[in-house]
């Protein structure tokens, strides 16, 4: 059974949410327990406050650091894993809430004001998860939101095990669109092929309309299926790729070992397929080819490989490994690698290949 404490200053926020429908079940079948804690019980102020002004002026309170650590440490136990709520954290995917599933006690932390002391942050909490890239009045949403994405993965909780299993994000793309009686809505029919009950066609039929559906609205998702998928070839997830309006570059280089080795560690290119003298890697908006062979030095200083990377935090994170020192042991030499301001970085591969990588602002 999964334990859960949620800390907060509204405990009764949460009982039209956690008395109803399959979370209310998952409790009464003994597969999570879920416990409140009112943070004001742990204060000692007449008034019941526990927020106070920031320091270093600005809007809003924040909460204050006595009762929100004593109300952590009374709730925490020896193998408890403490969360924050915040929007500063890391995002919540399908995949963080199957791995919370097995933890034994979760102390999930709401946050309300401006936030929670970052010294209570910096001491008791383990982690910081966020729901998304907006900002709520309270962390109590986002404690509901955790706790409901978490409880689908606990035995029993779904009545059919498989459940979900074949939701979105399980296999790496969204789910196929879902159909019941009657046949004929509004003059429109459910699709033939699931009416017939052949097994494999339906789940063929599944397979492509899930796939389409990835495609047109989550394309990061789209991509990151085709590269990694067994299901199609090199050749075949290089054109659905440039289909999907995403630059292939290929690049012939001395050593694949060597060079995956400088892709993977300096820039964090995934690995999509290998071959014996053939890679293909992804990076964002970046399909990269790699195949060894000879470099024909005849054909001069190789051009300029320019690249937008379309979205800010990859950026940084590749920046973030650009700089470290370790890039150094890959014979980079400061000159090599400049970080010519916050949204451009240069650099050489092993084999001399030059790299403009920009930042694309939204
Ligand atoms: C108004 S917010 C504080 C926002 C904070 N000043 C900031 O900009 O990062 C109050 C509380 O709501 C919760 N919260 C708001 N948005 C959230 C999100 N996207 N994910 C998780 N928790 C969130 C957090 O617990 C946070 O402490």
Same mark, same amino acid.
């Given at each position: 059974?999964?334990?859960?404490?949620?800390?907060?200053?509204?405990?009764?926020?949460?009982?039209?949410?956690?008395?109803?429908?399959?979370?209310?079940?998952?409790?009464?079948?003994?597969?999570?327990?879920?416990?409140?804690?009112?943070?004001?019980?742990?204060?000692?102020?007449?008034?019941?406050?526990?927020?106070?002004?920031?320091?270093?002026?600005?809007?809003?309170?924040?909460?204050?650091?006595?009762?929100?650590?004593?109300?952590?440490?009374?709730?925490?136990?020896?193998?408890?894993?403490?969360?924050?709520?915040?929007?500063?954290?890391?995002?919540?995917?399908?995949?963080?809430?199957?791995?919370?599933? &097995? %933890?034994?006690?979760? +102390? !999930?932390?709401? =946050?309300?004001?401006?936030? $929670?002391? @970052?010294?209570?942050?910096?001491?008791?909490?383990?982690?910081?998860?966020?729901?998304?890239?907006?900002?709520?009045?309270?962390?109590?949403?986002?404690?509901?939101?955790?706790?409901?994405?978490?409880?689908?993965?606990?035995?029993?909780?779904?009545?059919?095990?498989?459940?979900?299993?074949?939701?979105?994000?399980?296999?790496?793309?969204?789910?196929?669109?879902?159909?019941?009686?009657?046949?004929?809505?509004?003059? &429109? %029919?459910?699709?033939? +092929? !699931?009416?017939? =009950?052949?097994?494999?066609? $339906?789940? @063929?039929?599944?397979?492509?309309?899930?796939?389409?559906?990835?495609?047109?609205?989550?394309?990061?998702?789209?991509?990151?299926?085709?590269?990694?998928?067994?299901?199609?070839?090199?050749?075949?997830?290089?054109?659905?790729?440039?289909?999907?309006?995403?630059?292939?570059?290929?690049?012939?280089?001395?050593?694949?070992?060597?060079?995956?080795?400088?892709?993977?560690?300096?820039?964090?290119?995934?690995?999509?397929?290998? %071959?014996?003298?053939?890679? !293909?890697?992804?990076?964002?908006?970046?399909?990269?080819?790699?195949?060894?062979?000879?470099?024909?030095?005849?054909?001069?200083?190789?051009?300029?490989?320019?690249?937008?990377?379309?979205?800010?935090?990859?950026?940084?994170?590749?920046?973030?490994?650009?700089?470290?020192?370790?890039?150094?042991?890959?014979?980079?030499?400061?000159?090599?690698?400049?970080?010519?301001?916050?949204?451009?970085?240069?650099?050489?591969?092993?084999?001399?290949?030059?790299?403009?990588?920009?930042?694309?602002?939204?």
């Amino acid at each position: 059974m999964l334990e859960i404490a949620i800390l907060s200053l509204f405990p009764e926020y949460f009982r039209g949410p956690l008395e109803t429908s399959i979370l209310k079940r998952a409790q009464e079948k003994g597969a999570v327990a879920i416990q409140q804690v009112d943070i004001r019980d742990f204060t000692d102020d007449k008034h019941r406050r526990v927020d106070d002004r920031p320091y270093g002026g600005g809007p809003g309170m924040v909460m204050m650091p006595e009762p929100v650590t004593k109300a952590v440490q009374s709730a925490r136990r020896v193998r408890s894993k403490v969360i924050y709520m915040s929007p500063q954290g890391r995002p919540l995917t399908a995949e963080k809430a199957r791995s919370l599933a &097995q %933890e034994e006690h979760l +102390v !999930l932390l709401s =946050g309300h004001y401006e936030g $929670i002391d @970052q010294r209570v942050i910096d001491r008791e909490v383990d982690e910081e998860i966020s729901i998304g890239d907006y900002v709520l009045t309270n962390g109590c949403l986002p404690a509901l939101v955790l706790i409901d994405a978490v409880a689908r993965f606990l035995p029993g909780v779904l009545g059919h095990e498989a459940a979900a299993e074949e939701d979105s994000f399980e296999s790496g793309i969204l789910d196929c669109p879902h159909y019941t009686r009657p046949v004929s809505f509004m003059g &429109q %029919e459910v699709p033939k +092929v !699931l009416q017939e =009950g052949n097994h494999q066609k $339906i789940a @063929q039929w599944r397979y492509a309309a899930a796939l389409a559906k990835t495609e047109q609205t989550r394309p990061d998702l789209y991509r990151r299926h085709l590269l990694s998928g067994e299901r199609c070839s090199g050749q075949q997830k290089e054109s659905a790729l440039s289909r999907c309006g995403l630059a292939t570059i290929r690049l012939t280089v001395a050593s694949l070992k060597e060079s995956l080795s400088f892709y993977k560690r300096v820039l964090g290119l995934r690995v999509g397929r290998k %071959e014996e003298r053939y890679a !293909l890697l992804s990076l964002g908006s970046i399909n990269l080819v790699l195949m060894e062979g000879k470099l024909r030095r005849s054909d001069g200083p190789h051009p300029v490989l320019e690249v937008e990377v379309e979205n800010s935090t990859e950026f940084d994170r590749i920046a973030h490994r650009a700089t470290r020192a370790e890039v150094i042991h890959y014979g980079l030499r400061e000159e090599q690698l400049q970080l010519l301001d916050t949204l451009t970085i240069e650099l050489r591969d092993p084999d001399g290949y030059h790299w403009c990588l920009k930042c694309r602002q939204s």
